[in-house]
């Protein structure tokens, strides 16, 4: 299983605090030296719509470039690609949602006219050493309009296909998948996509965010995004919380025996540093917890 590590992006895009940019520095070095194979460093979006993220090119100026990690930048429309092009982007993630609704309030444009642009944007990355990924936002539910057609979703997939983009994000914005939707909507686009190119983003917005890893991971998929601690949410969408929460996956996995070639005991020490980075708990339970195996004094009877 391929965890890619979101926290930088999703986790801190919604804080109300400013994270100071040394700080975000530190954590992406920190969690490229945990090993992470992917990590999506920030968004090249309009500061307008996510101060939180206005300082991406220097975040991407500052951090330490390990081989092995490739850096990933979410980009909405055309400027964004040439803003992540130009602070050396390893991968640009194009997102629109299946939503209209939805799309209109992120993106302030139709689905459509996102996907035009994302149209233009191969145009100009043809060449160019980035690699491209493109989420179908919202592919499990809008928080404004409900349900979404699975053929919709399975359309937006194909368009993404057509225009060349290697990778393909599958993402429950809100948190409102459940697991047999999921197993079912795995197995449709895995008939259209191998499962090395198709990743899933869950937020653990009603509890149900391990339960979906699950099911995806027994319809075949293989990546997954989650964010330490459980950092997250869209700003875009009232009351979204959290990602999954990397450390909580990654003790599933261990616990399963599914390898993640993450150290659980490193992320662990990692999360508990974000309270102070963040000003606030976070909702991860395995670093509250500990591991399954962390054994405890046997208490005193009197
Ligand atoms: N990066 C920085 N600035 C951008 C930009 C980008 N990717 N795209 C547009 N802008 C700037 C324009 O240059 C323009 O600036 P100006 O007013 O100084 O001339 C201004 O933003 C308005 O441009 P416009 O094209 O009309 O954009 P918009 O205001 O309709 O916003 C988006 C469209 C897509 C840029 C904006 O809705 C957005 O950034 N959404 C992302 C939301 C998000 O990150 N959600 C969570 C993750 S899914
Ligand atoms: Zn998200």
Sequence with gaps: MLIQEVAPRDGLQSEAAFVATADKIALVDALSAAGFSRIEVSSFVSPRAVPALRDAAEVF???RRRPGTVCVALVPNPKGAERALAAGADEINLVASVSETHNRANMGMSPAASIEGF???????????????ATVATAFGCPFEGGQAADKVIAQVERYLDLSIEGVTLAD?????????????VRRTLAILPASRLTLHFHNT??????????AYQAGARRFDAALGGLGGCPFAPGATGNICTEDLASMADEMGIAIGL??????ALSRSLPQLV??????????????????PVPKVA
């Design 279 to 296: 000003g606030h708990d976070v909702p991860g339970q395995v670093a509250r917890a500990g591991r399954p195996c962390d054994l405890h």
């Design 263 to 268: 150290d659980l005991g490193a992320l662990i």
């Design 206 to 215: 009603r509890g149900v965010g391990l339960a979906n890893v699950l099911a």
């Design 61 to 63: 100026a500052g951090i």
């Design 173 to 185: 914005t809100t948190g409102m998948a459940n697991p047999r939707q999921v197993e079912r909507l």
């Design 119 to 133: 149209a233009r944007i191969m145009e100009t990355v043809r060449g160019a050493r980035v690699s491209t990924n």
